[in-house]
C-alpha cells in the first residue's frame, strides 16, 4: 500500500540555497518534498527522535537496490534495523541516489581550491545542531533528485532529471528528526545542473488512514526478534569522552563462537554420485565442497525467504 | 580451494559415501528440512535427498 489521506498541513516552509532544517515529524504524519524551480538535489538525514543513536543507515538501504523508489524503506542501523519511513509518493523525474555519501568541504578544496564551499556536510550539521547533535552525528545521505549511475568504476553524476511541482512523500513508520537539505555542490556540479533553487517543505499530520497505514507498515516490517534496540545491549552507555581505551576485564560474546563442525555421512549411489561430480570445479574442488554447496543452491533456491536477491551462479553459467 | 584445475587432477576411484562438515547454524537448515517431514530423518539423508532434487530440478531447467 503506497497511498493515504493525507491530514491538514502543519507545516510549510520553503529551504533557500544552501539551508537545511531539522524537523521533528511524528508517526504517521508525512514529510512532503517538493521542487520549486527544479532540477535541485535534496540530501536528506533521518534520526530516531527519542534515540538518536539510531540513524537512517544508507549502506542497508543500498542493499535493496542503488536508487530507492516509491514503495521502499528509509531502514535504520543495525543492530536496530527498523523501517523508519517509508516512500509514499516518487515521480520517475525523482531519481534518487544511495551513492555519493554527503560532499563535505573538503571536496571543494581538492577539487576546486575553494576552502570554504557550501556542502552538505556542514549544512545538515547545522540542521542538527538545533536539536544538540554534533558534526560527527551527520551521516550519509538519502540524496533525491540526484541522477547518478553506475560503471564499472564506480558511481557518475548525470544531469537532474527534477521538474518544477515533483514531491516526494515519506511517510514516518516511528517518530524521526527529518533533515532535508538543499545540496551544497549544486552550483558547480550537475547533481542540481550549476545552480542552486529553493525547495519546498511540508508535514501533513497524521489522518486516521496514514497513521493506520504508518501502524501496519511498522507491524508488518518490525517483528524480529533480531531488531535489537539500545535495551538488549550489553553496554548501554554512550561515551562522552573521544579518547578510546580498552575495558577492564571485558570479554566480547561473538555469537555462536566458536564454529562447532559435524562430520556427517552422505551415501550417492554411484549413477547420482558421477552427476555430482560433472560439478567439480564450478561448485566446489573436492566431494565435500561440491555436496555442500549444491545443497546451499537447493536451499537458496527453494526455501529462502523474501528479501536478499539471490541469483544461482550455475545457473548463471549454464 | 585446491590451485589445481579439476580436469589436471588424476582419476581415481570414486567413493559413493561423501564426508560433508556442517556447522551448527548449517545444521539449523537440516532441522528445518527435517521438521518439514519430506526429505528424511538423519542428517545425511536430508542432504543426500536434497542435492538429488536439486540436480531434478537442474535437469529440468536444462530441458525447459
Known amino acids: 500500500m503506497t497511498t493515504a489521506t493525507l491530514g491538514s498541513c502543519r507545516l510549510d516552509l520553503t529551504l533557500q540555497p544552501v539551508s537545511g532544517k531539522a524537523l521533528p515529524v511524528h508517526k504517521g504524519e508525512v514529510l512532503r518534498v517538493t521542487q520549486v524551480e527544479g532540477e535541485q538535489c535534496v540530501d536528506f538525514n533521518c534520526f530516531n527522535l527519542h534515540d538518536y543513536k539510531e540513524y537512517m543507515s544508507v549502506g542497508h538501504m543500498r542493499r535493496e537496490g542503488f536508487h530507492t523508489r516509491q514503495g521502499q524503506y528509509i531502514w535504520s542501523n543495525p543492530p536496530r534495523y527498523r523501517p523508519m519511513m517509508k516512500v509514499l509518493h516518487m515521480p520517475p523525474t525523482c531519481v534518487t541516489d544511495l551513492q555519493g555519501a554527503r560532499c563535505s568541504a573538503v571536496l571543494f578544496e581538492v577539487h576546486f581550491g575553494i576552502d570554504d564551499h557550501p556542502n552538505c556536510q556542514d549544512t545538515l550539521a547545522e540542521a542538527i545542531g538545533e536539536y544538540g547533535l554534533t558534526p560527527d552525528d551527520t551521516h550519509d545521505s538519502f540524496n533525491m533528485w540526484m541522477n547518478t549511475e553506475i560503471d564499472h568504476v564506480g558511481y557518475y553524476t548525470t544531469w537532474n532529471t527534477g521538474r518544477a511541482g515533483d514531491h516526494v512523500d515519506l511517510i514516518a513508520l516511528m517518530d524521526v528528526l527529518a533533515v532535508p537539505a538543499i545540496c551544497g555542490s549544486g552550483n558547480l556540479w550537475a547533481t542540481s545542473n550549476f545552480s542552486y533553487k529553493p525547495i519546498r517543505i511540508q508535514v501533513f499530520a497524521a489522518s486516521p488512514e496514514s497513521a493506520a497505514l504508518a501502524e501496519e507498515e511498522w507491524r508488518a516490517q518490525c517483528s524480529l526478534k533480531t531488531q535489537r534496540t539500545l535495551k538488549d545491549f550489553r553496554n548501554q552507555s554512550i561515551l562522552t569522552e573521544p579518547e578510546l581505551r580498552p575495558v577492564p576485564g571485558y570479554q566480547p560474546q561473538f555469537p555462536n563462537y566458536p564454529i562447532e563442525w559435524k562430520e556427517i555421512e552422505v551415501a550417492f549411489r554411484s549413477e547420482d554420485f558421477r552427476k555430482i561430480m560433472l560439478y567439480r570445479g564450478t561448485a566446489g574442488d573436492t566431494d565435500e565442497e561440491v555436496v555442500r554447496t549444491l545443497f546451499f543452491y537447493w536451499y537458496l533456491d527453494n526455501r529462502k525467504m523474501h528479501g536478499l536477491r539471490w541469483y544461482n551462479p550455475a545457473q548463471a553459467h549454464a | ?64
Open chain 2, 1 to 64: 580451494m585446491s590451485q589445481q584445475y579439476p580436469n589436471e587432477r588424476p582419476m581415481e576411484a570414486r567413493s559413493a559415501k561423501v564426508v560433508v562438515r556442517f556447522d551448527q547454524q548449517q545444521r539449523k537448515l537440516l532441522e528445518f528440512l527435517r521438521a518439514e517431514g519430506t526429505f528424511g530423518k538423519e542428517d545425511g539423508e536430508i542432504i543426500r535427498n536434497v542435492v538429488l532434487d536439486y540436480l531434478k530440478q537442474e535437469e529440468k531447467r536444462r530441458k525447459a
